[in-house]
């Protein structure tokens, strides 16, 4: 029993020294040096419904999105930017889920939002608002199409710019002149321009991107990406002279208990108030659903 235990302990141990993993915002921020605008709470469903972001959303999901807005336009208060790039160091971080859900969020506070699809290996914008894919920035980019042609309207509260067909070359496209021009033709039309590119690590496309534009956000996964691919990133960055607005701690552990109050947790419904003269007072009774 004794060796039995100690064999656990030892291999817990070795686990840890092996992990390499980021697991909180705060050592997220400390390894990066820079400020953690947002921390996106764990959910069951985002595999299936990647917008969080409806009209009437409380869900802490949708929520953590809200701050993520507000932080992002008080991180910029001196220096807003225009055109903001939406990366991550490897696949699978939530990078897509990040730039589709600050994109609604700023639209519904009325902030004029185009979301652009640039990650021309694995495009999924238009996927997720059941939008066409086949026009799109390729379109423009080879000069089929104007922008203000292919421009496509997301529940009638977002403008989105599909990513079109997939290229043979698309590191090229993404840094070509072209490019350029229409990201200022967008920022000329739009409050903000949200860009969701490709990782940075495997493929070259958003080093080539991400100068033309005012700021990138960098969306990292909790106990998924390790320390030495975050450095990698953010060198790969700072390398070309990018603008790092700060990082999106995503998949994060969800607060545990029965929700904040403010909008946070289960939905919260109001019992009718008793009649005049009725000794009993009318409280607010929470909900059995909610999201974690």
Same mark, same amino acid.
């Given at each position: ?54 009209? +009437?959303?409380?869900?802490?999901? *949708? $929520? ?44 519904? *506070?009325?902030?004029?939002? @185009? ?32 922008? #203000? ?22 590191? $090229?496209?993404?840094? @070509?002149?072209?490019?350029? $021009? ?6 000329? !039309? ?36 390790? =320390? ?13 002279? +990018? ?29 009718? =108030?008793?009649?005049? !003269?009725? $000794?009993?007072?009318? #409280? ?6 909610? #999201?974690?």
């Amino acid at each position: 029993m004794l060796g039995g235990l100690l064999l656990g302990t030892g291999i817990v141990a070795l686990r840890e020294a092996l992990d390499t993993t980021i697991k909180t915002s705060e050592a997220l921020g400390e390894l990066t040096s820079l400020p953690v605008l947002g921390s996106i709470p764990y959910d069951r469903n985002s595999a299936r419904q990647r917008i969080a972001m409806d009209d +009437v959303s409380t869900s802490a999901r *949708a $929520e953590a999105f809200r701050k993520l807005r507000a932080n992002l336009q008080f991180a910029q208060v001196d220096d807003r930017s225009r055109v903001i790039v939406v990366t991550s160091p490897v696949p699978g971080e939530g990078k897509t889920t990040t730039a589709v859900n600050l994109a609604l969020s700023l639209a519904d *506070a009325g902030i004029r939002t @185009c979301l652009v699809d640039a990650d021309l290996r694995r495009p999924s914008v238009a996927g997720t608002f059941g939008l066409v894919q086949d026009d799109g920035l390729t379109t423009v980019l080879i000069g089929q199409a104007r922008v #203000e042609d292919v421009v496509q309207q997301a529940g009638g509260r977002l403008a989105v710019l599909a990513s079109g067909a997939v290229p043979p070359n698309p590191t $090229e496209l993404l840094s @070509c002149g072209r490019m350029a $021009e229409v990201l200022r033709e967008l920022a000329a !039309g739009y409050d903000v321009v949200i860009v969701d590119s490709a990782p940075l690590l495997p493929v070259a496309d958003t080093i080539g991107l991400a100068p033309l534009a005012d700021g990138v956000l960098l969306v990292v996964r909790a106990s998924k990406t390790g =320390r030495d691919q975050i450095r990698g990133a953010s060198e790969s960055l700072n390398r070309m002279g +990018v603008r790092i607005r700060g990082s999106v701690f995503s998949v994060a552990s969800a607060f545990k208990g029965k929700g904040y109050g403010y909008g946070y947790g289960p939905a919260e419904v109001p019992v009718p =108030r008793p009649s005049a !003269g009725h $000794e009993e007072s009318a #409280e607010v009774a929470p909900s059995s659903g909610g #999201e974690k």
